[in-house]
């Protein structure tokens, strides 16, 4: 890493509520089941950890249920921004419009508690070196990926006629547009694990990484993706528990879902409705 890059200005900033439909109040439970820890501060505490750890900011709504997350981010010495709840980019620009001198921001989530610091640093320094408007990984488990964009981008995109879609997830204009500079940073993790699921969104994500972070400290103190590796080594059964769990996903036309439906409906049989769905695929 070259030493000139760590002087570069980053925000972390993490999307938070604590409304959820199928898991209230996640970001807060313990983790592991029966610890103090609440989910929310392992995020924290690593990204505590990193050479670019400048600020964190925590991104949340007006709504009266997110109003315990400020004495939470006052007990964490990290900020707190409320804004719109649909209009979550929004509240990304509004952030970075207070500080103009962030370069880029690192978006992240309240419902993915594995982070890998060491992965993360090097996704930052390559979207420096690059100099890219977006960087992005895609072959982590699902909830350890990392997606940094440029203040500059992020801004822009404002600019532009918005989608409800494009509001609500804050890199989705940039991601469908050409005119950025854009490239995945390849983690050479083990393809295994791209289909592994590590959000917290269902009561079995939840058991799930319960389970693994119950052995952060058994295994060596390992964390991030060597936790990860070591649990798939000595437990793979454990990931059987979430398997089926559905992820959410910003489809870029109607064409790619529909495709997506029908690989659903064909994996629990419904190779009926499967066929009619597909005939309206152009």
């Known amino acids: 890493m070259e030493d000139g890059l760590l002087n570069r200005k980053v ?6 509520r604590m409304k959820s439909t199928r898991l209230p109040g996640k970001i807060v439970m313990p983790l592991p089941l029966g610890s103090g820890k609440p989910l929310l501060s392992w995020i924290i505490d690593e990204l505590k950890k990193s050479n670019y750890f400048n600020k964190i900011v925590l991104a949340t709504s007006v709504n009266p249920e997110n109003d315990l997350l400020i004495p939470f981010c006052e007990n964490h010495d990290i900020s707190c921004f409320r804004g719109d709840e649909n209009n979550v980019l ?103 694990f791209k289909e592994l699921r590590l959000t917290v969104d269902y009561a079995s994500d939840y058991a799930l990484v319960s389970t693994i972070l119950s052995q952060s400290e058994g295994i060596n103190s390992k964390f991030g993706i060597q936790l990860v590796e ?36 064909k994996s629990y049989d419904f190779n009926y409705a499967a066929t009619l769905l597909e005939m309206h695929v152009k």
């Open 90 to 192: 929004s509240r990304f620009t509004s952030i970075v419009r207070l500080n103009q001198d962030y370069e880029c921001v690192v978006r992240l989530t309240a419902d993915n508690p594995i982070i890998d610091v060491s992965v993360l640093d090097k996704t930052i320094e390559s979207h420096f070196m690059n100099d890219n408007d977006y960087t992005r990984t895609d072959d982590l488990p699902v909830g350890m990926n990392f997606e940094i964009i440029s203040t500059k981008a992020l801004l822009e995109t404002e600019e532009n006629v918005l989608t409800e879609a494009d509001k609500e997830h804050v890199t989705l204009y940039v991601r469908n547009n050409d005119r950025f500079k854009k490239s995945v940073f390849e983690t050479n993790c083990n393809p295994k």
């Open 11 to 16: 925000v972390f900033i993490i999307q938070a």
């Open 230 to 265: 070591d649990v798939f080594k000595n437990y793979p059964w454990i990931f059987d528990i979430n398997c089926s769990n559905i992820q959410k996903k910003q489809f870029i036309d109607s064409n790619e879902e529909i495709k997506e439906a029908c690989f659903f409906l």
